[in-house]
Protein backbone atom coordinates (compact mmCIF):
# COMPACT_ATOMS: atom_id res chain seq x y z
CA UNK A 1 0.00 0.00 0.00
CA UNK A 2 1.78 3.33 -1.23
CA UNK A 3 -1.06 5.46 0.24
CA UNK A 4 -4.14 5.24 2.16
CA UNK A 5 -6.59 7.33 4.01
CA UNK A 6 -9.87 7.24 6.13
CA UNK A 7 -12.80 9.63 7.48
CA UNK A 8 -14.53 8.67 10.48
CA UNK A 9 -16.83 10.05 13.47
CA UNK A 10 -13.16 10.43 15.30
CA UNK A 11 -11.96 13.13 12.48
CA UNK A 12 -10.63 13.45 8.93
CA UNK A 13 -7.53 11.39 7.87
CA UNK A 14 -5.14 9.69 9.40
CA UNK A 15 -3.16 12.02 11.77
CA UNK A 16 -7.15 12.79 13.76
CA UNK A 17 -7.43 8.48 13.56
CA UNK A 18 -4.10 8.28 15.48
CA UNK A 19 -4.70 11.16 17.86
CA UNK A 20 -8.33 9.94 18.87
CA UNK A 21 -6.52 6.48 19.48
CA UNK A 22 -4.07 7.56 21.58
CA UNK A 23 -5.94 9.83 23.76
CA UNK A 24 -8.79 7.18 23.98
CA UNK A 25 -10.74 9.57 22.42
CA UNK A 26 -14.20 7.98 21.24
CA UNK A 27 -16.30 9.76 18.37
CA UNK A 28 -19.70 8.21 19.17
CA UNK A 29 -22.93 10.66 19.85
CA UNK A 30 -26.75 10.42 20.73
CA UNK A 31 -28.43 9.39 17.36
CA UNK A 32 -29.11 13.17 16.43
CA UNK A 33 -29.36 11.53 12.86
CA UNK A 34 -32.64 9.78 13.07
CA UNK A 35 -33.88 10.62 16.93
CA UNK A 36 -36.60 8.55 17.23
CA UNK A 37 -34.77 5.11 16.59
CA UNK A 38 -32.54 5.99 19.54
CA UNK A 39 -28.96 4.65 20.49
CA UNK A 40 -25.63 6.27 19.33
CA UNK A 41 -24.04 6.85 15.87
CA UNK A 42 -20.47 7.18 14.27
CA UNK A 43 -21.52 10.91 12.59
CA UNK A 44 -18.81 12.07 10.46
CA UNK A 45 -18.65 16.08 10.71
CA UNK A 46 -19.00 18.50 7.80
CA UNK A 47 -20.96 15.44 5.30
CA UNK A 48 -24.40 17.39 5.04
CA UNK A 49 -22.03 20.92 3.75
CA UNK A 50 -19.73 19.14 1.61
CA UNK A 51 -20.26 19.58 -1.88
CA UNK A 52 -18.89 17.62 -5.01
CA UNK A 53 -17.29 19.51 -7.84
CA UNK A 54 -19.17 20.74 -10.28
CA UNK A 55 -18.70 18.19 -13.19
CA UNK A 56 -19.61 15.70 -10.73
CA UNK A 57 -22.53 17.10 -9.58
CA UNK A 58 -24.76 14.03 -10.88
CA UNK A 59 -22.97 11.54 -8.25
CA UNK A 60 -24.56 13.92 -5.14
CA UNK A 61 -25.73 11.95 -2.05
CA UNK A 62 -24.32 11.53 0.95
CA UNK A 63 -22.45 8.34 0.15
CA UNK A 64 -20.43 10.24 -2.53
CA UNK A 65 -19.72 13.55 -0.28
CA UNK A 66 -18.08 10.79 2.23
CA UNK A 67 -15.92 9.29 -0.27
CA UNK A 68 -14.76 12.76 -1.40
CA UNK A 69 -14.11 13.80 1.88
CA UNK A 70 -11.76 11.23 2.26
CA UNK A 71 -10.39 11.34 -0.86
CA UNK A 72 -8.89 15.13 0.00
CA UNK A 73 -7.35 13.60 3.13
CA UNK A 74 -4.07 12.69 3.66
CA UNK A 75 -2.80 13.52 -0.06
CA UNK A 76 -4.79 10.55 -1.85
CA UNK A 77 -5.74 12.04 -4.47
CA UNK A 78 -2.57 13.56 -5.64
CA UNK A 79 -0.95 10.05 -4.58
CA UNK A 80 -3.08 8.47 -7.09
CA UNK A 81 -2.35 11.14 -9.46
CA UNK A 82 2.03 9.61 -9.29
CA UNK A 83 0.38 6.77 -9.64
CA UNK A 84 -1.25 7.45 -13.22
CA UNK A 85 1.39 8.84 -14.24
CA UNK A 86 3.43 6.00 -13.81
CA UNK A 87 1.48 3.46 -14.90
CA UNK A 88 -1.49 5.08 -17.10
CA UNK A 89 -5.30 5.35 -15.98
CA UNK A 90 -6.42 2.91 -17.88
CA UNK A 91 -3.89 0.40 -15.97
CA UNK A 92 -5.26 1.30 -12.56
CA UNK A 93 -8.44 -0.28 -11.47
CA UNK A 94 -11.26 1.00 -9.02
CA UNK A 95 -12.41 -1.99 -6.27
CA UNK A 96 -14.67 -0.32 -3.90
CA UNK A 97 -17.31 -1.91 -0.89
CA UNK A 98 -20.30 -0.98 0.19
CA UNK A 99 -23.34 -1.99 1.53
CA UNK A 100 -25.72 0.28 1.67
CA UNK A 101 -24.84 2.71 -1.54
CA UNK A 102 -26.54 6.22 -2.04
CA UNK A 103 -29.88 4.72 -0.75
CA UNK A 104 -30.73 8.09 1.03
CA UNK A 105 -31.11 9.53 -1.85
CA UNK A 106 -33.72 6.88 -2.20
CA UNK A 107 -35.08 7.87 1.13
CA UNK A 108 -35.48 10.85 0.28
CA UNK A 109 -37.21 10.65 -3.19
CA UNK A 110 -39.66 8.13 -1.65
CA UNK A 111 -40.55 10.80 0.78
CA UNK A 112 -40.98 13.46 -1.89
CA UNK A 113 -42.91 11.68 -3.92
CA UNK A 114 -46.13 12.57 -6.07
CA UNK A 115 -49.56 11.65 -5.22
CA UNK A 116 -49.20 8.92 -7.89
CA UNK A 117 -46.43 7.88 -6.18
CA UNK A 118 -44.26 8.71 -9.21
CA UNK A 119 -40.65 9.59 -7.80
CA UNK A 120 -39.33 13.63 -8.12
CA UNK A 121 -37.33 13.95 -10.88
CA UNK A 122 -34.49 15.06 -9.49
CA UNK A 123 -33.85 11.20 -8.18
CA UNK A 124 -31.11 10.19 -10.46
CA UNK A 125 -31.07 5.93 -9.41
CA UNK A 126 -28.16 5.33 -11.62
CA UNK A 127 -25.92 7.85 -10.11
CA UNK A 128 -26.77 7.16 -6.73
CA UNK A 129 -28.35 4.30 -5.20
CA UNK A 130 -26.94 2.21 -7.86
CA UNK A 131 -24.44 -0.03 -6.04
CA UNK A 132 -22.15 0.53 -8.97
CA UNK A 133 -22.26 4.08 -8.72
CA UNK A 134 -19.23 4.53 -6.05
CA UNK A 135 -16.94 2.95 -7.96
CA UNK A 136 -17.82 5.06 -10.96
CA UNK A 137 -17.53 8.49 -8.60
CA UNK A 138 -14.19 7.54 -7.72
CA UNK A 139 -12.91 6.66 -10.89
CA UNK A 140 -14.53 9.52 -12.66
CA UNK A 141 -13.06 11.93 -9.49
CA UNK A 142 -9.82 10.73 -9.82
CA UNK A 143 -9.40 10.55 -13.92
CA UNK A 144 -8.92 7.17 -14.12
CA UNK A 145 -10.14 4.28 -17.07
CA UNK A 146 -9.21 1.22 -15.65
CA UNK A 147 -11.81 -1.08 -14.15
CA UNK A 148 -14.48 -0.09 -11.85
CA UNK A 149 -16.18 -2.61 -9.57
CA UNK A 150 -17.99 -2.20 -6.59
CA UNK A 151 -18.24 -5.15 -3.62
CA UNK A 152 -21.54 -5.75 -1.51
CA UNK A 153 -20.47 -8.21 0.78
CA UNK A 154 -22.34 -6.79 3.89
CA UNK A 155 -19.89 -6.11 6.68
CA UNK A 156 -16.95 -7.61 4.55
CA UNK A 157 -17.56 -5.35 1.55
CA UNK A 158 -14.68 -3.21 2.06
CA UNK A 159 -12.27 -5.86 3.43
CA UNK A 160 -13.09 -7.86 0.74
CA UNK A 161 -12.53 -5.17 -2.37
CA UNK A 162 -8.18 -5.98 -1.08
CA UNK A 163 -9.00 -9.71 -2.43
CA UNK A 164 -10.52 -8.92 -5.74
CA UNK A 165 -8.09 -5.67 -6.50
CA UNK A 166 -4.89 -7.92 -5.68
CA UNK A 167 -6.22 -10.67 -7.87
CA UNK A 168 -6.37 -8.11 -10.67
CA UNK A 169 -2.84 -6.95 -10.13
CA UNK A 170 -1.56 -10.65 -9.53
CA UNK A 171 -3.12 -11.87 -12.98
CA UNK A 172 -1.40 -8.30 -14.83
CA UNK A 173 -4.86 -6.69 -15.78
CA UNK A 174 -4.04 -3.43 -13.93
CA UNK A 175 -1.00 -2.73 -12.08
CA UNK A 176 -2.45 -0.99 -9.16
CA UNK A 177 -6.00 -0.51 -7.53
CA UNK A 178 -7.57 2.23 -5.38
CA UNK A 179 -9.61 -0.07 -2.75
CA UNK A 180 -11.63 0.50 0.03
CA UNK A 181 -15.22 1.79 0.55
CA UNK A 182 -18.08 4.19 1.96
CA UNK A 183 -21.18 3.77 3.79
CA UNK A 184 -22.92 6.52 5.40
CA UNK A 185 -25.97 6.79 7.77
CA UNK A 186 -29.51 6.27 6.48
CA UNK A 187 -32.97 5.54 7.81
CA UNK A 188 -32.83 2.09 6.30
CA UNK A 189 -29.86 0.84 7.98
CA UNK A 190 -30.80 2.69 11.37
CA UNK A 191 -34.79 1.13 11.76
CA UNK A 192 -32.89 -2.84 10.24
CA UNK A 193 -30.93 -3.32 13.30
CA UNK A 194 -33.68 -1.57 15.66
CA UNK A 195 -36.12 -4.10 14.08
CA UNK A 196 -33.46 -7.10 14.75
CA UNK A 197 -32.91 -5.41 18.88
CA UNK A 198 -29.48 -5.34 17.83
CA UNK A 199 -28.76 -1.79 18.97
CA UNK A 200 -27.36 -0.63 22.30
CA UNK A 201 -28.75 2.11 24.36
CA UNK A 202 -25.55 3.78 25.29
CA UNK A 203 -22.21 3.55 23.28
CA UNK A 204 -21.15 0.33 21.96
CA UNK A 205 -18.56 -1.83 24.63
CA UNK A 206 -17.23 -4.38 22.69
CA UNK A 207 -16.00 -7.34 24.12
CA UNK A 208 -17.34 -6.28 27.68
CA UNK A 209 -19.05 -8.58 29.96
CA UNK A 210 -22.82 -6.44 29.72
CA UNK A 211 -22.42 -5.15 26.04
CA UNK A 212 -25.66 -4.55 24.70
CA UNK A 213 -25.17 -3.96 20.98
CA UNK A 214 -23.94 -2.22 18.39
CA UNK A 215 -23.80 1.43 17.62
CA UNK A 216 -24.03 2.14 13.65
CA UNK A 217 -21.49 4.71 12.26
CA UNK A 218 -20.60 6.20 8.89
CA UNK A 219 -16.86 5.93 7.31
CA UNK A 220 -15.06 6.23 3.97
CA UNK A 221 -11.45 5.13 3.21
CA UNK A 222 -8.91 4.46 0.38
CA UNK A 223 -5.70 2.53 -0.16
CA UNK A 224 -3.55 2.49 -2.96
CA UNK A 225 -2.73 -1.04 -3.68
CA UNK A 226 0.23 -1.70 -5.86
CA UNK A 227 3.13 -4.93 -6.84
CA UNK A 228 4.68 -6.29 -3.64
CA UNK A 229 7.46 -3.85 -1.77
CA UNK A 230 6.03 -0.52 -3.36
CA UNK A 231 4.44 1.33 -0.04
CA UNK A 232 5.14 1.88 3.89
CA UNK A 233 2.91 -1.46 4.63
CA UNK A 234 2.03 -4.63 2.36
CA UNK A 235 -0.69 -6.75 2.12
CA UNK A 236 0.42 -10.31 3.56
CA UNK A 237 -2.28 -12.53 2.96
CA UNK A 238 -5.91 -12.74 2.85
CA UNK A 239 -8.52 -15.61 3.51
CA UNK A 240 -12.77 -15.58 2.60
CA UNK A 241 -15.36 -17.77 3.68
CA UNK A 242 -18.95 -18.21 3.20
CA UNK A 243 -20.25 -20.30 5.81
CA UNK A 244 -24.27 -19.55 4.85
CA UNK A 245 -25.17 -20.43 8.41
CA UNK A 246 -28.03 -18.31 8.47
CA UNK A 247 -28.88 -14.32 7.71
CA UNK A 248 -28.47 -12.57 10.10
CA UNK A 249 -26.52 -14.86 13.25
CA UNK A 250 -22.75 -16.33 12.98
CA UNK A 251 -22.70 -20.33 12.91
CA UNK A 252 -22.32 -21.32 16.30
CA UNK A 253 -18.96 -22.76 15.97
CA UNK A 254 -17.20 -19.74 14.04
CA UNK A 255 -16.56 -22.22 11.49
CA UNK A 256 -16.36 -19.48 8.52
CA UNK A 257 -14.57 -17.41 10.55
CA UNK A 258 -12.10 -19.91 11.48
CA UNK A 259 -11.26 -20.97 7.90
CA UNK A 260 -11.17 -16.98 7.32
CA UNK A 261 -8.32 -16.48 9.53
CA UNK A 262 -6.56 -19.52 8.51
CA UNK A 263 -6.68 -19.20 4.81
CA UNK A 264 -5.38 -15.77 5.64
CA UNK A 265 -2.80 -17.51 7.20
CA UNK A 266 -1.67 -19.80 4.65
CA UNK A 267 -1.74 -17.09 1.63
CA UNK A 268 0.79 -15.32 3.82
CA UNK A 269 2.93 -18.28 4.81
CA UNK A 270 2.84 -17.13 8.53
CA UNK A 271 2.29 -19.15 11.65
CA UNK A 272 -0.05 -17.90 14.15
CA UNK A 273 2.65 -16.43 16.38
CA UNK A 274 3.66 -14.05 13.74
CA UNK A 275 1.17 -12.10 14.47
CA UNK A 276 1.18 -9.02 16.70
CA UNK A 277 -2.24 -7.96 17.19
CA UNK A 278 -5.87 -9.01 15.94
CA UNK A 279 -8.77 -6.56 15.24
CA UNK A 280 -11.27 -8.27 15.57
CA UNK A 281 -14.75 -7.24 13.90
CA UNK A 282 -15.92 -7.00 18.05
CA UNK A 283 -19.62 -5.33 17.12
CA UNK A 284 -20.74 -5.75 20.74
CA UNK A 285 -23.53 -7.96 20.19
CA UNK A 286 -23.78 -10.93 22.59
CA UNK A 287 -23.33 -13.35 20.10
CA UNK A 288 -21.15 -11.88 18.09
CA UNK A 289 -18.39 -11.42 20.33
CA UNK A 290 -18.77 -14.34 21.93
CA UNK A 291 -18.47 -16.38 18.65
CA UNK A 292 -15.67 -14.52 17.54
CA UNK A 293 -13.43 -15.20 20.53
CA UNK A 294 -14.43 -18.44 20.61
CA UNK A 295 -12.90 -18.55 16.85
CA UNK A 296 -9.82 -16.43 17.36
CA UNK A 297 -9.40 -19.20 20.38
CA UNK A 298 -9.55 -21.95 17.84
CA UNK A 299 -6.62 -20.72 15.57
CA UNK A 300 -4.56 -17.95 18.13
CA UNK A 301 -4.97 -19.42 21.61
CA UNK A 302 -4.56 -16.88 24.44
CA UNK A 303 -1.25 -15.84 23.02
CA UNK A 304 -1.88 -12.79 20.27
CA UNK A 305 -3.26 -9.68 21.53
CA UNK A 306 -6.67 -8.76 20.12
CA UNK A 307 -9.58 -5.82 20.80
CA UNK A 308 -12.06 -4.24 18.63
CA UNK A 309 -11.88 -0.70 17.61
CA UNK A 310 -15.47 -0.14 16.99
CA UNK A 311 -15.95 1.91 20.56
CA UNK A 312 -14.58 4.74 18.59
CA UNK A 313 -16.05 4.93 15.71
CA UNK A 314 -18.95 2.76 15.49
CA UNK A 315 -19.74 -0.37 13.08
CA UNK A 316 -19.37 1.55 9.40
CA UNK A 317 -21.17 -1.87 7.98
CA UNK A 318 -19.06 -1.81 4.20
CA UNK A 319 -16.75 0.39 4.67
CA UNK A 320 -15.38 -1.25 8.49
CA UNK A 321 -12.91 -3.31 6.61
CA UNK A 322 -11.02 -0.22 5.22
CA UNK A 323 -11.04 1.94 8.51
CA UNK A 324 -10.14 -0.58 10.62
CA UNK A 325 -6.98 -1.34 7.76
CA UNK A 326 -6.13 2.88 8.43
CA UNK A 327 -6.38 1.97 12.38
CA UNK A 328 -4.37 -0.95 12.07
CA UNK A 329 -1.40 1.56 9.82
CA UNK A 330 -1.57 4.16 12.71
CA UNK A 331 -1.01 1.38 15.36
CA UNK A 332 2.23 -0.34 13.30
CA UNK A 333 3.56 3.24 12.85
CA UNK A 334 3.17 4.14 16.27
CA UNK A 335 4.29 0.80 17.70
CA UNK A 336 0.29 0.34 19.71
CA UNK A 337 -2.10 -2.11 20.25
CA UNK A 338 -5.14 0.06 21.26
CA UNK A 339 -7.16 -1.61 23.33
CA UNK A 340 -11.42 -2.12 23.30
CA UNK A 341 -12.63 1.54 24.19
CA UNK A 342 -15.08 2.09 27.19
CA UNK A 343 -14.25 -1.14 29.31
CA UNK A 344 -12.43 -2.04 32.56
CA UNK A 345 -12.05 -6.08 31.78
CA UNK A 346 -13.32 -8.26 29.03
CA UNK A 347 -15.86 -10.68 29.42
CA UNK A 348 -14.73 -13.36 31.71
CA UNK A 349 -16.18 -16.26 29.80
CA UNK A 350 -13.35 -15.30 26.59
CA UNK A 351 -10.65 -17.60 25.94
CA UNK A 352 -8.61 -14.81 24.04
CA UNK A 353 -5.84 -12.51 25.15
CA UNK A 354 -8.34 -9.65 24.57
CA UNK A 355 -6.57 -5.86 25.15
CA UNK A 356 -8.62 -3.47 27.22
CA UNK A 357 -6.08 -0.94 27.68
CA UNK A 358 -3.65 0.61 25.18
CA UNK A 359 -0.12 -1.14 25.17
CA UNK A 360 3.10 -0.09 23.44
CA UNK A 361 4.55 -2.83 21.60
CA UNK A 362 5.90 -3.56 18.31
CA UNK A 363 3.08 -4.37 15.47
CA UNK A 364 4.40 -5.70 12.89
CA UNK A 365 1.92 -8.05 11.31
CA UNK A 366 -2.14 -7.23 12.07
CA UNK A 367 -4.67 -9.60 11.32
CA UNK A 368 -8.05 -7.87 10.65
CA UNK A 369 -11.35 -9.23 10.59
CA UNK A 370 -14.53 -8.30 8.90
CA UNK A 371 -17.71 -10.62 8.93
CA UNK A 372 -20.81 -9.83 7.73
CA UNK A 373 -24.59 -11.17 7.46
CA UNK A 374 -25.16 -14.28 5.45
CA UNK A 375 -21.69 -16.05 6.98
CA UNK A 376 -19.77 -14.22 4.79
CA UNK A 377 -16.03 -13.53 6.28
CA UNK A 378 -13.07 -12.15 5.29
CA UNK A 379 -9.64 -11.65 7.13
CA UNK A 380 -7.08 -9.56 6.17
CA UNK A 381 -2.90 -9.57 6.88
CA UNK A 382 -1.49 -6.32 7.36
CA UNK A 383 2.52 -6.04 7.29
CA UNK A 384 4.72 -3.14 7.73
CA UNK A 385 7.10 -2.70 4.54
CA UNK A 386 10.06 -1.98 7.05
Given at each position: ?SA?T?V?AVGH??????R??????G??????YD??????I?R?????????P?A?A???CRN????????????F??????????????R??V????????????E???R???A?????D??DF?????LGA?AR?V??????RG????????????????M?????IRV?I????????A??L?RM???GFAALE?????P???C?A??A?IS??E???F?LL?RA????A?L???????DG??M?AP??????A?????????A????P?A?D??N??????RA?D?I????????F?????AS?????????L???G???T?I??????GG?V?G???ID??D?????GIA????ARP???V???S????GI?????L?S??
Amino acid sequence: MSAATAVSAVGHGRAAHARALRARRGGLRPNDYDPAVGGWIGRVEGVEEHRLPAALAAYDCRNHRLADMALDCDGFAAAVGRARARHGADRIAVVLGTSTSGVTAAEDAYRARAADGALPDWFDFDNTQDLGALARFVRDRLGLRGPALSVSTACASSARSFMDAAALIRVGIVDAAVVGGADSLCRMTLHGFAALELLAPDPCRPCAADRAGISIGEAAGFALLERAGEGEALLLGAGASSDGYHMSAPHPEGAGAVAAMRTALDAAGLAPDAIDWINLHGTATRANDAIEDMAVAAVFGDAVPASSTKGWTGHTLGACGILETVIALECMRGGFVAGCLGIDAADPAFTTGIAVANTARPVRRVLSNSFGFGGINCSLILGSAA
